[in-house]
């Protein structure tokens, strides 16, 4: 096969799964997957971390992972300069509350955890229960009543919960206190990364001992005052039907949402573009893909034709 005919192939990845105390079992029941048990919190679906690097499932390339292929075939992603994957995307099903926590940015994570890229991430909300909330920033005015407030453990105070519901699409930039609720099924695109200060953990146990906190650090890094919640959650309304709908694009990516009903034709221009399908099933440019898949489209791909009735997530790198 030639290099052309290669850049044609669909690189169709292997989940990796996580488990957590936090984790359900709906990876398994509702969206088909292998999972190793019923307390399944996380499917990284594409990735190349060292915590969970993603194999590809068929094809020329089949059995090397994300992060080989990264090395090995530039070509691939179009010859992006890096010394790793950018881009991480997974599904987290919370069947409980995760911890409150908070993410550092790329300067912070370089210098405090051994060269970690930092961590900017977004949530497409796949499924919510009625009523839904998800922590997101908090009512500290300044650092001061923030370390008091923590110290303190005044968290009713402190934590800022704002209603959300299935469809919603919320950034997550660094410094950003942030928790998933119970019940929430979320896609999240972040940067390549797996740096999070634990900050509250309702004071759960795991193997009889309280999981580890970061409050330091997390003071450090968390913002202040936080950003406005309306800055946060962005709606997404009623999707154009069969064409690219934007959902955000900053320093680290590129996201869009699909909604294929019928047949759409675009164009793949980007060094490279992940696609996962959420709901639905159908075709792309042939080929079968349903519910649960997640794959990349090579750098020099072209054309891309699907048909079907199916939503899909996708999402690339800014140049």
């Known amino acids: 096969m030639n290099s052309a005919d290669a850049n044609k192939e669909i690189l169709f990845m292997s989940p990796v799964f996580k ?11 509702k969206w088909g ?4 048990g019923d307390n399944t919190g996380e499917c990284w679906a594409v990735s190349a971390h060292p915590n969970g690097d993603c194999a590809v499932r068929g094809g020329v390339y089949a059995g090397r992972t994300l992060s080989q292929l990264w090395a090995e075939e530039p070509q691939l992603f179009g010859n992006v300069q890096g010394d790793r994957f950018p881009l991480l995307v997974k599904i987290i099903d919370a069947n409980d509350d995760l911890s409150i926590q908070v993410h550092p940015d790329d300067a912070y994570a370089g210098k405090n955890e051994n060269g970690s890229f930092g961590k900017t991430e977004c949530w497409y909300i796949l499924d919510a229960p009625e009523g839904a909330t998800l922590v997101i920033g908090h009512n500290a005015k300044d650092k001061a009543e923030l370390e008091d407030m923590i110290s303190n453990g005044r968290w009713d105070e402190f934590l800022r919960e704002v ?11 660094p410094g ?7 019940g929430i099924q979320i896609l999240e695109t972040q940067q390549n990364s797996d740096i999070t200060y634990r900050v509250y953990d309702y004071g759960r146990l795991q193997d009889g001992k309280p999981r580890e906190l970061h409050i330091g650090k997390s003071i450090d890094v968390i913002t202040v005052p936080a950003k406005s919640a309306q800055e946060s959650v962005i709606n997404v309304s009623a999707d154009v039907k069969n ?15 699909l909604d294929v009903d019928g047949s759409m034709e675009t164009a793949q221009e980007y060094p490279f573009l992940i696609m996962s399908v959420v709901e639905g099933d159908g075709l792309i440019n042939g080929q079968p893909i349903k519910k649960g898949d997640h794959f990349i489209l090579p750098s020099g791909f072209g054309k891309v034709q699907m048909q079907g009735r199916m939503e899909l997530i996708a999402s690339t790198i800014t140049a």
Not at 19 to 29: P, V
Not at 33 to 36: C, K, L, Q, V
Not at 176 to 182: C, E, M, P, S
Not at 243 to 257: A, E, F, Q
Request: some cysteine.
């Open 19 to 29: 488990q957590a105390i936090w984790g359900g079992n709906k990876l398994g029941s």
């Open 163 to 173: 209603p959300v519901k299935k469809g919603d699409f919320i950034q997550i930039d």
């Open 243 to 257: 064409t690219m709908n934007p959902l955000i694009s900053c320093d680290y990516y590129r996201v869009w949402k």
């Open 176 to 182: 950003t206190v942030h928790a998933i609720k119970g």
């Open 33 to 36: 997957y292998e999972i190793p």
